[in-house]
């Protein structure tokens, strides 16, 4: 078994990553037969991933294909008899029953659902089930799910979202430490800063700016905190 890229390494398609027969494809490569040997290439440009003995790409763009258990955060776009439409930013679209959101008995005769979440209100939803035969299935039953009434909606690349939260987290609660800023993260791509803190808020969106540019590189953690403390320097010397 032979792994000939580094992790996070730049590829484009066609580049072989591997060769050995116990070489486990991930997303985004191919195997193919070479002289009696298998060898694993990119078929996606992207940043070559390695755990153990399977090699995969993360994909630099992409639309949100939505998974089961993904937190996500939704725009309701319509509002039914008994159930919402969600626009979860990806190719399906999201259906929200009434009983994912109450847990009483709901009356579709006498009462409507608008009075509940209305077109236009953003929520942090789960995905519960998905087999893209069928729109994916979300409910607000569950810890921290709920509307969303206040907070700055900021939308990125889908596939940058794991370097946003970071290794174990790292990342996310760098900046939310480093700003004391409520930070909500859609694994769709959709994030939510909530601070009462005008100049702090532009700053912890442009931070989320960097890391996305600065995503393929290396180090990335520890110049976005130097990129903080700088920044936060200059805010109190404006004071």
Request: net charge positive.
């Amino acid at each position: 078994m032979t792994i000939l890229v580094t992790r996070n390494q730049l590829v484009i398609p066609g580049e072989i990553l591997a060769r050995g027969s116990e070489i486990k494809a991930g997303g985004g490569v191919f195997r193919k037969k070479v002289n009696n040997e298998t060898e694993i290439y990119a078929s996606m440009i992207g940043l070559a991933q390695i755990r153990k003995n399977r090699v995969g790409i993360v994909p630099l763009e992409g639309c949100y294909i939505p998974l089961e258990g993904d937190i996500v955060i939704g725009k309701i776009t319509r509002v039914g008899i008994t159930s919402w439409n969600v626009d979860i930013r990806g190719p399906y679209v999201g259906s929200l029953r009434v009983g994912n959101v109450i847990e009483r008995d709901f009356d579709a005769l006498r009462e409507s659902l608008d009075r509940i979440l209305q077109v236009g209100d953003i929520i942090k939803a789960q995905i519960t089930y998905f087999d893209r035969m069928r729109d994916p299935v979300l409910t607000l039953q569950g810890r921290g799910l709920r509307k969303i009434n206040n907070g700055r909606l900021i939308e990125v690349d889908p596939v940058k979202i794991p370097r946003i939260i970071g290794k174990k987290g790292s990342m996310i609660q760098l900046l939310k430490n480093m700003t004391n800023t409520q930070i909500i993260i859609g694994q769709n791509g959709r994030i939510i800063i909530v601070t009462n803190n005008l100049e702090i808020e532009n700053l912890v969106e442009r931070a989320i700016r960097k890391i996305v540019a600065e995503a393929h590189t290396s180090g990335l953690t520890d110049r976005i905190r130097e990129f903080l403390e700088k920044e936060k320097m200059e805010l109190s010397y404006k004071k």
